[in-house]
């Protein structure tokens, strides 16, 4: 019974620190720190109740780390919703030689 208020509190605080960086991010008030991320670890870390296949292993880009987790938590949970029952959620990357940036003034 403690797992479960834990589990549901830590999702409960999860949600109202999420509410609260999109309303920043809205309002032009988040400013992103761009880093170093895996992106095969934030979508491992973002699917914990979620089988996921992620392809490469280990793919690194620069971004902001809140930003592109917002992103792939959303993606996966409409993919956990939406897709088929019962079957891995698969995340293929591809790297290409291009840099593209997206910039906030």
Not at 11 to 33: C, F, K, M, Q
Not at 41 to 64: F, K, M, R
Not at 78 to 85: F, L, Q
Request: net charge negative; with cysteine; hydrophobic share 40%.
């Amino acid at each position: 019974a403690i797992d479960t208020i834990t589990e549901e509190l830590s999702h409960t605080l999860d949600v109202l620190v999420n509410a609260s960086r999109i309303t920043s991010i809205l309002s032009g008030n988040y400013t992103p720190e761009i880093t170093l991320v895996d992106l095969s670890s934030i979508c491992a870390a973002c699917g914990q109740n979620t089988e996921i296949l992620v392809n490469p292993q280990h793919c690194l880009v620069e971004t902001d780390p809140a930003l592109i987790r917002f992103i792939f938590m959303n993606a996966i949970s409409n993919a956990a919703k939406y897709g088929a029952k019962h079957q891995p959620i698969l995340i293929d990357f591809s790297i290409e030689e291009s840099l593209n940036r997206v910039s906030h003034d």
